[in-house]
């Protein structure tokens, strides 16, 4: 028997390494001794061995990553192994391994032409990460056991790579454009902002006129609940509450000079005005080879409130290489006397920025639309294509193009045609003369064009007829002959 002190509590075990197992005795049998003392034993044949790797902190895509993995042990070193963990976890796939063994490394990513680097035994550098590259890393080391010199201890360490990537791509567009202009009744207007290729996802804002847009955010209602245009987005909140209210018709009367007659804005004789130290608009050589060429705009009678409610909602639409799409919609009632010549602008935050990313649009009405007519000297026969080339200012959002005929139908029979371009087929003598009305419009104006066709007489088709003309007289003169000829055999026979 060997006698030992079982410890006080808070006390540590003799230095030998041997505790009581005994609870109720203070002593042990020799037997439990040597079970003791060949644990100890077979500890120190193993070894220890602890695994631990530095965590690391967002990179950008393009920046080259060190991963470390630190390891204690007083044992042989056999192998350390880096795996990157997908699925979940379910899938380890070796990205690099270093032989201690043979003092030799590999990589198992030769598909990827070798991006890893070796710094030293237990550190690997990943240049130019991708998005890819985002996820969770091990690192496994081995050592020999010292007990049979052939079995290995493993232990590992894991770390999260979290890469991010600023959005490549932002814009501006309007939703449901081309829309046509309303000169009776207020409707919504929405900007769409779309920001591509950011992980994690960016924040977006707006911007009118260079200063921040106060909002009241709402969730952007499910495809089936939007139905079309603005109805969707009205039943989602009151949007156009405040258009019902009566001081609407008494602004619109304020409007009206003593008399009755509605006076009239600057809006409706655009050419004329003009900023100070600007000139004002001068039609150039292009628009002059446009016959027959009127411009008009019309503004609607009703006034809007001059601080209008901003309805503000975003969506994330997550892509398949980890990135996140958002588009960020704004959308109020849409005034067009204060609403024409603003500048709205999408800005985009994203912690991969040292500032933000922004793009802007100006909303703006069209004006005087320049027709290009070819041919332009237009004959019977002719196919005539009359083409919008452009605009007097910078239009958004997109206009809407119809095209009629003044005092009757187009050629083809119907009332008007939509587009940019329009075609009239073997133009015949009669559409000498006629007048064609473009209008242009989008939410905040519209604008008539007026041109004129002029058609020529063609000397090729007049040289068929005449031929066809003479031909028939020939006919009838050899007709005649003939006749004249049996008549005469006949009275000679009698």
Same mark, same amino acid.
């Given at each position: 028997m060997v006698g030992i002190t079982q410890p006080k509590p808070g006390e540590h075990v003799n230095a030998d390494g041997v505790w009581d197992l005994l609870q109720n005795k203070g002593k042990m049998t020799v037997f439990s001794l040597c079970l003791l003392l060949c644990a100890d034993l077979l500890d120190l044949a193993v070894g220890y061995l602890t695994v631990t790797i530095e965590p690391l902190p967002p990179v950008v895509v393009g920046e080259t990553v060190t991963l470390k993995c630190n390891f204690k042990t007083d044992g042989r070193l056999r192998e350390i192994v880096w795996y990157r963990v997908t699925d979940g976890g379910t899938i380890k796939q070796k990205i690099f391994t270093y032989d201690a063994m043979f003092n030799?490394?590999?990589?198992?990513?030769?598909?990827?032409?070798?991006?890893?680097?070796?710094?030293?035994?237990?550190?690997?550098?990943?240049p130019e990460v991708r998005i890819s590259d985002n996820g969770p890393y091990e690192c496994h080391v081995g050592i020999y056991d010292r007990a049979t010199r052939e079995k290995v201890v493993l232990a590992s360490g894991n770390v999260f790579l979290t890469v991010m990537s600023p959005p490549n791509n932002i814009s501006v567009v309007a939703e449901n454009t081309p829309a046509p202009f309303s000169r009776y009744q207020a409707q919504n207007f929405t900007l769409v902002c779309t920001a591509k290729g950011g992980k994690p996802a960016p924040s977006v804002y707006f911007k009118r006129d260079g200063e921040l847009i106060e909002v009241i955010s709402y969730t952007q209602p499910s495809a089936g609940e939007q139905g079309g245009g603005s109805a969707g987005v009205r039943g989602a909140r009151p949007l156009i509450s405040r258009d019902l209210d009566d001081t609407k018709l008494q602004r619109s009367l304020s409007l009206l000079d003593p008399e009755g007659r509605s006076a009239r804005l600057y809006t409706e004789s655009p050419q004329r005005v003009h900023t100070q130290g600007q000139q004002a608009y001068e039609p150039s050589p292009a628009t002059e080879v446009i016959p027959e060429t009127v411009v008009s705009r019309e503004f609607p009678r009703w006034v809007h409130s001059t601080d209008p409610l901003y309805y503000f909602s975003h969506t994330h639409l997550p892509q398949s290489d980890?990135?996140?799409?958002?588009?960020?919609?704004?959308?109020?009632?849409? &005034?067009? #006397?204060?609403? *024409?010549?603003?500048?709205?602008?999408?800005? /985009?935050?994203?912690?991969?920025?040292?500032?933000?990313?922004?793009?802007?649009?100006?909303?703006?009405?069209?004006?005087?639309p320049k027709l290009l007519m070819s041919p332009s000297r237009a004959k019977v026969g002719d196919t005539v294509r009359i083409t919008v080339q452009g605009f007097q200012n910078e239009v958004f959002p997109e206009p809407l193009f119809t095209w009629t005929r003044v005092g009757g139908r187009l050629l083809d029979g119907s009332t008007e045609r939509e587009g940019k371009e329009l075609i009239l087929e073997r133009v015949p003598a009669e559409l000498n003369g006629s007048m064609y009305r473009c209008t242009a419009q989008n939410p905040l104006g519209s604008t008539d064009t007026h041109t004129r066709l002029i058609v020529f007489e063609n000397p090729s088709m007049m040289k &068929?007829? #005449?031929?066809? *003309?003479?031909?028939?007289?020939?006919?009838? /003169?050899?007709?005649?002959?003939?006749?004249a000829f049996v008549l005469t055999v006949t009275v000679e026979l009698t």
């Open positions: 030799t490394n590999y990589s198992h990513m030769e598909d990827y032409r070798r991006r890893e680097d070796l710094v030293y035994q237990s550190t690997v550098r990943l980890g990135s996140v799409v958002v588009q960020a919609r704004l959308t109020w009632t849409l &005034n067009p #006397q204060l609403d *024409n010549d603003a500048l709205f602008s999408c800005e /985009v935050k994203h912690p991969a920025l040292s500032m933000p990313m922004q793009t802007e649009v100006t909303l703006a009405a069209p004006k005087g &068929n007829t #005449q031929n066809q *003309n003479n031909g028939a007289s020939r006919t009838d /003169v050899l007709g005649l002959t003939w006749m």
